[in-house]
């Protein structure tokens, strides 16, 4: 139990397009999820929270206007890369928790979309 | 915020070897849990133990909240460990939403 998908696992894409990156729980409903980056070597940076029906918060120095996130449905949340550039290509992660989960507040990761602006 | 520290930063061991990753934290904490994260980046969850001991095969994993560290043994080890592990925790004294802070890892090569 506890699986999260995300979609696509990889893309490449041209400057200055947008690119939609979507995080599914697949055997669970998440009124909380997180989308997180990580750079080549490096730790998760966690840029923002997710919540059902509500707008996401961000982590400071996170823009909202480049990375559009939708928290649509209790088993899916979308980021969207705008007008993306090479300084965007990075790992991004996503996660979530089980609504039923209580107090534990255990966190499931998706296995990340590699993105490629060229 | 709460700082989180790994160690070692990385570790090489021989097949069949024990090991013990450690992971420091600098205020009490409501969630910790324990990574590994495969060659092709995706998280696994390991342990969900904000204290005491849990058990899982080869795994175990000790957290005294009152030190606030945490310790990660892999017994026997195999060449399948390799990756890096990661400690992320959610502080008592947090606001929000239970978002974890991700130590720097410790990056695990077990040659055969």
């Known amino acids: 139990g506890a699986v999260v998908s995300q979609h696509p696992s990889r893309v490449i894409c041209k400057s200055g397009t947008s690119v939609k990156i979507e995080c599914r729980s697949l055997?669970?409903?998440?009124?909380?999820m997180f989308w997180y980056r990580q750079f080549p070597k490096k730790s998760l940076m966690l840029m923002a929270t997710?919540?059902?029906?509500?707008?996401?918060?961000?982590e400071q120095g996170v823009e909202k206007d480049k990375f559009l996130i939708n928290h649509a449905s209790l088993t899916l949340s979308t980021l969207t890369v705008t007008s993306a550039h090479p300084e965007d290509s990075s790992f991004y992660i996503c996660?979530?928790?089980?609504?039923?989960?209580?107090?534990?507040?255990?966190?499931?990761f998706g296995p990340g979309t590699r993105l490629t602006v060229l | 915020g709460i700082q989180v520290e790994q160690s070692p930063p990385d570790l090489i061991l021989q097949e069949g070897a024990n090991s013990t990753l450690r992971c420091n934290f600098s205020?009490?904490?409501?969630?910790l849990q324990w990574f590994h994260q495969n060659p092709w980046g995706q998280l696994i969850n390991l342990f969900y133990?904000?204290?005491g001991t849990k058990q899982n095969g080869r795994l175990s994993a000790t957290t005294v909240a009152t030190e606030r560290y945490s310790l990660l043994y892999i017994s026997s080890s195999q060449t399948t460990d390799s990756g890096v592990y990661f400690c992320?925790?959610?502080?008592?004294?947090?606001?929000?939403?239970?978002?974890?802070?991700f130590g720097k890892g410790t990056k695990l090569s077990v040659i055969p």
């Open positions: 996660s979530a928790i089980p609504w039923t989960s209580g107090i534990k507040n255990e966190q499931f």
């Open positions: 205020d009490s904490v409501n969630n």
């Open positions: 055997d669970f409903q998440a009124t909380t």
């Open positions: 997710s919540n059902e029906g509500s707008k996401a918060t961000y």
């Open positions: 133990i904000p204290s």
């Open positions: 992320a925790v959610f502080p008592i004294s947090g606001a929000g939403s239970y978002q974890l802070t």
